[in-house]
Structure formats: C-alpha cells, structure tokens
C-alpha cells in the first residue's frame, strides 16, 4: 500500500504531469502550433478531423463523468485523492479535444450539434453501460470499467492516431502525447487498485465480466463504423502525394499504417486492445470475455 500511495499521490502527478510533462503547453501541446494546411484545406480530410476528434471528445466526457462520479464511490482515502488527479486530467482532455474542434474551424455556438451530428451512436452506448455503473456507485465495476475498459482503447487509439500524425501533424501528435502519457497512469492505477477489490469480492466477478463484454462489442462496433467512414486508401495516398507526404511512414505496432487498407488498420486495432484487456483482466483475476463481432 505503501507503494500505491506514494505512485498515485497528488504530490507525484504535480511533479509528472503539471510540472513534467505539461511544462509549458498550450491546449497540450507548444504555444504557437497550427493544424496544418493539409488539413484545413481538403474537405475530405477536414472532415475526417472533425469527426475523429468529436469521438475523442465524447469519449472523454465519459471518462470526466465516470471519474469524478468514483470519487464518492470509492472505499479508501488514498483512491479519492487518485481519482480527483484524474478528474482533472479527464476535464483537460475534453478541453484540448474541444479546442482542437475550435481550431478545426467549429463555431462555439455550433459544438453541442456538431457533437451531435458526429457522435458515433455505438460510442454513446458504450458510455451509457458504464455510467450507469458509476450512478449506483459501484466501484469495482466502475473502475474495471473506466480504467481497465475505456482507458485501455483509448490509450491504442491515441497511439494510433498519434503514430498517424506525427509526420504530418505535430500539433496534433504533440497533444496526443500529454494525454498518452496520462492515459498510461489511469490504466495502472485500475490494474494496481481492483486485483485486491476482486479477491476480496470473487462473487463480483460474472456481472463485471458481463459488462467488460458488453462494453468490448460496443467498442468493436464503434471501430467498424469509423474505418469505414474513413476515406479510402487510394485517396489517402493521393493526399500524401498532393502535399508532398509520402515520404512520411508512420508505424504503429510493427506495420506501416500507410500501406494498410481501412480494414486491416480495424483488424490491428481490435486485436492490439482486445489482446491488452485480457492480460489485463487476467492479471487481476477476471476471465476476459469475447464479444461476437459486430
Ligand atoms: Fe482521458
Ligand atoms: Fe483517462
């Protein structure tokens, strides 16, 4: 426990991430960075911006909700102080993702109903499961669920996307990388806080199951609809042509994103997070379940 507090402590995320990692930021990332011409200036790809980041936003807008609603759930002293460092992070994550529709050319007045427009619906249900977790205050479920579930596919997602932008989009890559970085906290501290809580409470562990399988399905879904929203390869390619990106690799995961087809970067995704929760629910005792395939 010793070890456990002093990792999670407010005293460690002041000096990692405000006064580490954070140091001198604007919106995540160095004061001054633009969104690049390429991406403001093509609607296809302009598009594909918009409705990426809106997933992101509705993502973490869950997490906000979830992390702040596991505060008054929580059974120890040392797990509330953890969870209001995450709030916070959560709350700076919706914010940077917000900005990011701003800089996108998203009028104010306009993001509630570009959220709207956007929002994938399998996205939304996968939020609801584990809210509604998190407004009957159950812990162990919340926290599999919000730290071992969302946090695990966010932290793939974001090192996609990441892996993705750096040649071509550092702004971008730059704010993903604050986020990665906190992301990577979450996940221990879920891993790190439940295994005790599951061996303590073993007769939790079918309804838990049935949520992380619940939530799985909903994100496999979510995945499907988007690289199919996604513009195809070829005009991909000669995008990267066009603006003199072709040089640029960008690998992830050991292949090169570049030369994949929508279909197979959803295959290495889906396999990358669903291979992750379950040796993550193994180490702290649960028995990863499959989802069918949407
Ligand atoms: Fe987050
Ligand atoms: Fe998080």
Known sequence: MADFLSAYSVQQWLESA?????MNTEYGHPPGEKEPQLVLGDPLLHEQAIRTTVQLVVGERCALSASSG??????DEASKRFLATQTLDEARHTEVFTQRLYDLGVAKADLESTI??????????????L???????DFVAGVVGQNLVLEGMAFHVFELLQAGSQAVNPKFAHTLSGTI?????????????IGSLIRENPHRKADVEKMQKEMSYYMLATFADSFRARPAQEEMARLRRETGGAAAKSEWQGVDLSELEPREMEAVLANTVLGEFKRRLERIGLEYQTPVRP
């Open 181 to 193: 970085a906190d992301e990577r906290r979450h996940v221990g501290f879920g891993e790190n806080r």
């Open 18 to 22: 405000p006064q580490g990692y954070l």
């Open 116 to 129: 709207r427009r956007y929002a994938n619906p399998n996205l939304v249900k996968f939020a609801e499961v």
């Open 70 to 75: 596991l505060i008054n759930a929580a059974p």
């Open 131 to 137: 809210l509604e977790k998190i407004d009957r205050k």
